[in-house]
C-alpha cells in the first residue's frame, strides 16, 4: 500500500473576512511517487491549492496534512524543504547572478556544507541537462533553460513533493514537451510526488490521476482517461478535452466501433489499427 503524502481535510478558504471562499470543504490524499494533475477554470482555486500545500497560505477551516505533520508555524519550515514549487514566470523564481549561484541559494538558507552543496549543484544540473551553463547568468537563458534551472533549484534541497504550478505555460510546444520529459524522468529517479497544475491537455493525460475543480469545490477526481469520458460535463464547466477524443467519438457516431477511450495519437491509432485488421 502506498504512503499517503498530502491530505487535505474539509479545507475552506479565503483571501480576507469579507472576500468570498475560493475554496470550500476540499478533501483529497494524494500518495507517494503519485503524479496527480489538478486543472479546473481559471479561478477555480488551484494555484490557491498550491500555496496551502507550502504553507504560503493558511486555511481558514480544515487541516492540511504533509507527510504526517499538519501544516501550522511550528512545521513550516520542515514542510518547505519536503514541497519545492515552481511557477509560471521563471524570471521571478531567480535570485542568483549565475546558474550555480542560483542553485546554491536554497541550499545556502538551510545551511549545507560546501562539499555537498557541490557536488549536489552538478547532480541536480546535470539532471535537468544545464550542467554545462554553470557560470552562466540566468537573463542569458532561454524559458525552457530557465525553467530547468528552476526544476533544479528545488530538486538540489530534496523535496518529496514537487508542485509545477502551469510551468510550461510560456514555453512553446516543443519546449513544454521537453521539461516535461525532464520533469518525468527526475521524477523516476527521486521518487517524487509530483503535482502538475496546468491547463496543458498533453500534460494532463501523462498523470495517473486527475483532480478537477470547479468553483472552489473538488468536481471530481478519477483517472485522465475517465475524465476526458465526460466530455459535454467538462465543457459545461470550461474545460477542453483532448482533440483525439473528440475525433474518437466522431468516428463512433459514423459507425466505427472505437473499444476505448483514446488519450493520445498513438492509442487511437492502435485501435483503428486492430478493427482494421479484423476486416
Ligand atoms: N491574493 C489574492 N487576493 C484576493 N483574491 C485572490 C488572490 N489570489 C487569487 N485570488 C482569487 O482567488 C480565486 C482563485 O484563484 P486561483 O489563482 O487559486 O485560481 P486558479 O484556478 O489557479 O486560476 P488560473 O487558472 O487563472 O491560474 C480567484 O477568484 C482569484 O481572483
Not at 549545507?112 to 549543484?121: A, G
Not at 554553470?134 to 542569458?140: A, D, G, K, Q, S
Not at 460535463?233 to 483525439?244: E, H, Q, T
Not at 459514423?254 to 476505448?260: D, M
Given at each position: 500500500m502506498r504512503k499517503k503524502v498530502i491530505e487535505f481535510r474539509n479545507v475552506s478558504f479565503r483571501y480576507g473576512d469579507e472576500q468570498p471562499w475560493v475554496l470550500r470543504n476540499c478533501t483529497f490524499e494524494i500518495y507517494e511517487k503519485e503524479w496527480?494533475?489538478?486543472?479546473?477554470?481559471?479561478?477555480?482555486?488551484?494555484?490557491?491549492?498550491?500555496?496551502l500545500l507550502n504553507g504560503l497560505l493558511s486555511p481558514q477551516e480544515g487541516e492540511i496534512i504533509i507527510d504526517g505533520q499538519q501544516v501550522n508555524?511550528?512545521?513550516i519550515w520542515n514542510i518547505r524543504k519536503d514541497v519545492g514549487m515552481v511557477f509560471q514566470n521563471p524570471d521571478n523564481q531567480f535570485v542568483g547572478t549565475t546558474v550555480q549561484d542560483d542553485v546554491a541559494f536554497g541550499m545556502e538558507n538551510r545551511g549545507?556544507?560546501?562539499?555537498?552543496?557541490?557536488?549536489?549543484?552538478d547532480e541536480t544540473l546535470s539532471a535537468v541537462g544545464m550542467q554545462d551553463y554553470?557560470?552562466?547568468?540566468?537573463?542569458?537563458l532561454s524559458g525552457g533553460q530557465k525553467q530547468r534551472v528552476a526544476i533544479a533549484s528545488v530538486l538540489a534541497i530534496s523535496p518529496q513533493v514537487?508542485?509545477?504550478?502551469?510551468?510550461?505555460?510560456?514555453?512553446?510546444?516543443?519546449?513544454?514537451k521537453e521539461i516535461m520529459q525532464t520533469v518525468s524522468d527526475v521524477q523516476e529517479k527521486n521518487d517524487l510526488t509530483l503535482i502538475t497544475i496546468t491547463h496543458d491537455l498533453h500534460e494532463v493525460v501523462q498523470a495517473e490521476r486527475v483532480i478537477v475543480m470547479?468553483?472552489?469545490?473538488?468536481?471530481?477526481?478519477?483517472?485522465?482517461r475517465e475524465i476526458f469520458s465526460k466530455k459535454e460535463?467538462?465543457?459545461?464547466?470550461?474545460?477542453?478535452?483532448?482533440?483525439?477524443a473528440i475525433l474518437a467519438d466522431e468516428l463512433k457516431e459514423?459507425?466505427?466501433?472505437?473499444?476505448?477511450e483514446p488519450l493520445n495519437q498513438e492509442e487511437l491509432l492502435e485501435d483503428l489499427w486492430t478493427l482494421h485488421s479484423r476486416t
Open positions: 496527480i494533475a489538478i486543472i479546473g477554470h481559471n479561478g477555480s482555486g488551484k494555484s490557491t491549492i498550491a500555496k508555524q511550528d512545521t549545507f556544507v560546501r562539499e555537498e552543496m557541490i557536488k549536489r549543484i554553470l557560470l552562466t547568468e540566468p537573463h542569458r514537487l508542485i509545477l504550478d502551469e510551468a510550461t505555460a510560456m514555453l512553446d510546444p516543443k519546449g513544454r470547479n468553483n472552489g469545490e473538488i468536481w471530481d477526481e478519477a483517472l485522465p460535463a467538462l465543457r459545461k464547466i470550461g474545460l477542453d478535452v483532448p482533440f483525439v459514423v459507425g466505427i466501433k472505437i473499444t476505448q
